[in-house]
């Protein structure tokens, strides 16, 4: 009983933490399915986002919530220069090429953020109040960060499926060289798909420095959380994303009912493995 009672009260947060890590995800699946690159540079632009929100808060006074919004056209920014920097010179490359590249780029901000900002951790000390769900107490900053994670994905879903660059992206995922061969400007495609997925791992840190402390290396746990979500929900699949983070949300939320905690990573990567045997494509299998 007293198990079922603490289950009903963690998985509230967890579902709810599962929308921002579907978006942390969704930008690490949006980049693999359009180049076929995997970016391990996703973690520390996590973390920029995480930073980004702790400075315009704390030294400039703006509403995490707003803050969002510089934070989301510095991190689309970011992504061009890093695509025409580290990417596109590889992109046609073996995979282990794309690999070291994007890891360059790892090395890099984790070099400059250390030297900056030091190791030490961070805090956005920000609250929204809370409020009661049976019993369970809700914290509004995950509410409020579920609502937007909801909000993101319906944009970049309308941006894709009605929008002229978002049916390029997909004209470009599906067939670059027929899409070339139709006037569509690939490298600009490629580069603004970079840029979209750097933008949704600056948001989802973002979303993610309101309830918990961080530091310039706390990037790299969400980055693994962001390839489980993406084998659950489907690699080159944004939109599947969203529903493997709901699974390892719940999953976060479930587990400590039942278990210790320091069994969440073992079954989360356990479950990883699984997938990967079982069903490649992922349980909502991925774009064409």
Known sequence: MQQISLLLTSLPDGILLGFVYGVAAMGLTLIWGVMDVINLSHGPIIALGMFGTFFLFIRSGINPYLGL??????????????????????INAPHLSSLLATFSVN?????IGTAVVTTSPYNVDFNMGSFQLGSTTVLGTRLIAALIAILVTGGLYLFLFRTRPGKYIRAVTNNRSAAELMGIPSTR????????????AAVSGALISTFFPFSILAGGSYELKSFVIGVLGGLGNPIGALFGGLIL?????AIPA???????????????????????????????
């Open 69 to 90: 919004i510089p934070i989301a056209i510095v991190g689309l920014l970011l992504g061009v220069v890093i695509y025409f920097v580290a990417v596109h010179r590889v």
């Open 107 to 111: 090395m890099i901000i984790i070099g």
């Open 189 to 200: 495609i490629l580069a603004l798909s970079f840029g979209l997925g750097t933008m949704l």
């Open 249 to 253: 949300g719940v999953l976060e939320g």
């Open 258 to 288: 039942f278990l210790e905690t320091s069994w969440v990573p073992v079954i989360e990567f356990g479950l990883f493995v699984v997938i990967l045997l079982v069903r490649p494509n992922g349980l909502f299998g991925a774009k064409q």
